[in-house]
């Protein structure tokens, strides 16, 4: 699935993923899609080439002192590991 497409099946099944990517009330549901595809599309280039944000978001250990590996498939393990929705996640209830 490409990242674009991943975005939109996510915004398509908010409950499934949670409250992290439920989409807000004025939202239209084409919209969410591209709004999530967008906000990828920018940490993305952050893990690339902004290694404060690397260390913030994914340095190792106690102090972040040791370094954070190079965008790759480490870093998208690492990346998954700590940040996606696990598949057994409750979902969010309606008020």
């Not at 497409?5 to 439920?22: D, E, L, V």
């Not at 999530?36 to 280039?45: D, E, I, S, T, V």
């Not at 040791?66 to 209830?93: C, D, H, L, V």
């Amino acid at each position: 699935m490409s990242e674009h497409a991943a975005c939109k099946h996510i915004a398509a099944h908010p409950g499934k993923f949670g409250r992290r990517y439920s989409p807000p009330k004025k939202t239209q549901p084409g919209d969410w899609g591209k709004t999530l595809h967008r906000q990828f599309l920018r940490a993305k280039g952050m893990a690339k080439h902004d290694f404060p944000f690397r260390m913030i978001y994914f340095g190792e250990g106690k102090g972040l002192l040791r370094p954070t590996p190079e965008y790759g498939p480490e870093f998208m393990r690492i990346a998954i590991e700590r940040y996606a929705i696990a598949r057994n996640s409750t979902p969010a209830k309606s008020a």
